[in-house]
């Protein structure tokens, strides 16, 4: 007599809509659920696997034998496998043992609806349920308040295995990030944090980006139920909370999604469009009903379980293009002759309708590097339907600019202005990530010219330049102190470093910006709109100055931004200006509070001088390699 009882959650309608490909809770259904049937405890299985012949599950609780718990499939060709098995409690280890039909292949999969693994290099499964208390109800209710497109996005970045470490090489906890991460982002005045992928991952030198188990934060740091607390605490503190998703591909590894039922169940079946060459992994069949609804599922399960405010979707591009990083002859053009991956770009707006659809106040962010049109455009206007877009081609442009010797910058001014051209063709975020400081390109400071004190001047006044840009701002980890090294996974941040007084000038620098871009109405309200940007001077070569206003939806808002790119002081300076009343200095990236040499008028009276096509303008003290801020 089989140990396993017939039982089901599925609905009949559960099944169309799964078939279809329109299920966006999936959670719900598959996967390991503690229940109570017929008065007797136990977890109920449920597990697709078309090409099986038969399915059962193996575990703790039946010495991993898979001849006691064998799974009914359905009748209706859904494909699906299930059962309930008395006694399985939470904590319980298991996998599926599954025999396919295509050559008689024998797999054991860890379930890929898992909320909870066990801790790699183990592979298992754990029936969990991860119940919480939520104390969030303020910031969910208002939480519209703080991540709509007209409020401050300023996002940290954060890889929590290398933030920091106990004793010199252990991870920290959720628990214990709860509180001193928490408390650290909230002292330094980022709006938001991102994490890199929390989901369980196999490899740690994948830093996350190849995940096994997409609906379990993995168990390196603790429990489900600790990162529910890790998230609640940033909102009790008024931080959003943005994870890094990856819809893009999956590793090989043999307990994980690749060849699941003996077939290419998740991944694409042609080579071409289901593997990866440059990561060595899988790509998802987003032709696939079912593959579609489990991703889309997989995006609603973060945000409705976890209460996560947006979801960064990495490789964008790698997803939208069928000839991404392949030569000719290795790719195959759409029924349009082309190189769009239509299925892909279908699934994604599906994905953003779905998330917009169902949550207030949430936000989808592309990491996308190519020219390709309306990515952060609505769905029902032809755009992929995103939140914001990373813009890469403004963080190549500017990092370039930045690492040339002051004294060519003259002849390059191009390359800081040139965003302007198409920094409204979408909601642009302007990102300083963890992948520009790896693989020898080196920190962010040492990629400034100059002598020490040349390096920190030009590193304050990067980040000043791009915190008066327009656009959401994302900065790595270790970039707010100025990190001397590059990121290393495997090791904490140089937290020792911030006792010296350049760098803890840095930290000041990154405090004040956010409260400034917080605070100064004029640098969010029109972000994302050609209406709140306007050019002073962006053509002065010979000093190498630029500058521009920013503004709100109030005229008395406006702030005027100045860049001295050289570490040259421009004493009497003259600016064109809008305004009559006298400006008042509300930042200065030079300041002796930040280890500058503090050049600069705390304030200016315009006079009816014409300049830069304004009827009155002020002259300023230019600090140098520095950037001002006056209204």
């Known amino acids: 007599m089989s140990n396993v009882l017939p039982h089901s959650l599925f609905s009949d309608f559960d099944i169309d809509l799964f078939k279809s490909g329109k299920h966006y809770r999936l959670y719900e259904k598959l996967g390991a659920h503690p229940i109570e049937v017929d008065g007797k405890k136990g977890t109920y299985f449920a597990v697709w696997a078309p090409s099986a012949k038969a399915v059962s599950v193996i575990g703790d609780f039946n010495h991993w034998d898979g001849d006691q718990h064998p799974l009914n499939v359905r009748w209706d060709q859904s494909g699906i496998w299930e059962g309930f098995i008395p006694g399985v409690d939470i904590g319980s280890l298991y996998k599926y043992k599954i025999w396919s039909h295509n050559n008689d292949v024998v797999t054991e999969k860890a379930d890929p609806f898992g909320r909870y693994c066990e801790q ?120 959003g909370v943005i994870l890094d998703w990856v819809p893009s591909h999956f590793p090989e590894d043999a307990h994980g999604l690749g060849f699941f039922d003996g077939s290419n169940l998740y991944e694409h079946p042609d080579r ?47 997803m939208l293009y069928l000839d991404y990083s392949r030569e000719d002859g290795e790719w195959e053009p759409n029924m349009y002759g082309n190189n769009e991956n239509l299925e892909a770009m279908s699934f994604l707006r599906e994905m953003n309708q779905e998330v917009y659809g169902n949550f207030k106040g949430v936000q989808t962010i592309a990491e996308e590097s190519t020219a390709f049109t309306g990515v952060s455009k609505p769905v029902h206007f032809g755009g992929l339907g995103f939140g914001m877009k990373w813009m890469m081609g403004w963080m190549h442009d500017t990092l370039e600019f930045f690492k ?33 400081v790896v693989y020898g390109k080196k920190s962010l400071l040492y990629r400034m010219p100059g002598d020490e004190w040349q390096r920190f001047a030009n590193l304050r006044m990067l980040y000043g330049y791009m915190f008066t840009h327009p656009g959401a701002n994302l900065l790595f980890m270790g970039g707010e102190f100025g990190q001397s090294s590059e990121w290393d996974f495997e090791n904490s941040l140089d937290w020792h470093l911030t006792q010296y007084d350049f760098h803890s000038g840095i930290q000041k620098t990154i405090r004040d910006l956010n409260q400034l871009y917080k605070t100064e109405p004029a640098l969010f309200e029109k972000q994302f709109s050609q209406e709140g ?35 040259v002081p421009r004493n009497n300076y003259r600016v064109g200006v809008p305004k009559s009343k006298t400006m008042k200095l509300l930042f200065n990236s030079d300041s002796t509070n930040y280890s500058g040499s503090g050049i600069g008028k705390k304030s200016a009276k315009p006079t009816a001088k014409e300049w830069n096509g304004q009827d009155q303008s002020i002259t300023l003290n230019l600090p140098p390699l520095g950037v001002v801020v006056y209204k």
Not at 191 to 199: N, Q, R
Not at 307 to 312: A, E, I, K, Y
């Open 120 to 239: 790699p290099p183990k592979t298992a499964s754990v029936v969990w349920n991860g119940e919480y208390a939520w104390k969030d109800s303020d910031w969910m209710a208002n939480r519209e308040n703080h991540n709509a497109l007209d409020k401050p996005y300023s996002v940290y970045e954060v890889h929590l295995g290398s933030w920091k470490k106990k004793n010199g090489w252990e991870f920290m906890t959720y628990l214990e990030l709860a509180d001193d991460l928490v408390d650290y982002v909230h002292d330094m005045g980022f709006t938001h944090v991102e994490f890199m992928p929390i989901m369980e991952y196999p490899f740690d030198p994948s830093w996350g980006y190849q995940l096994t188990g997409y609906f379990a934060p993995t168990s390196r740091f603790g429990k489900p139920e600790d990162f529910k607390v890790l998230v609640d605490k940033f909102h009790q503190k008024g931080i």
């Open 272 to 318: 071409r469009r289901g593997y990866h060459p440059d990561w060595k992994s899988l790509i998802f069949n987003y032709g696939r009903n079912e593959v579609r609804a489990f991703l889309i599922s997989n995006a609603i399960f973060w945000l409705d379980q976890y209460h996560v405010d947006g979801l960064r979707v990495d490789a964008v591009a790698s």
């Open 404 to 436: 040339k010797e002051p004294v060519y910058r003259s002849y390059d001014l191009n390359d800081i202005t040139f965003s302007m051209t198409y920094a409204f063709t979408e909601n642009f975020m302007l990102p300083f990530s963890h992948d520009e």
């Open 533 to 567: 940007f306007q050019w002073v001077e962006y053509n002065d070569a010979e000093n190498a100055v630029i500058s521009y206003l920013r503004k709100g939806n109030n005229p008395e808002d406006t702030l005027l931004v100045v860049c001295n790119f050289t570490p």
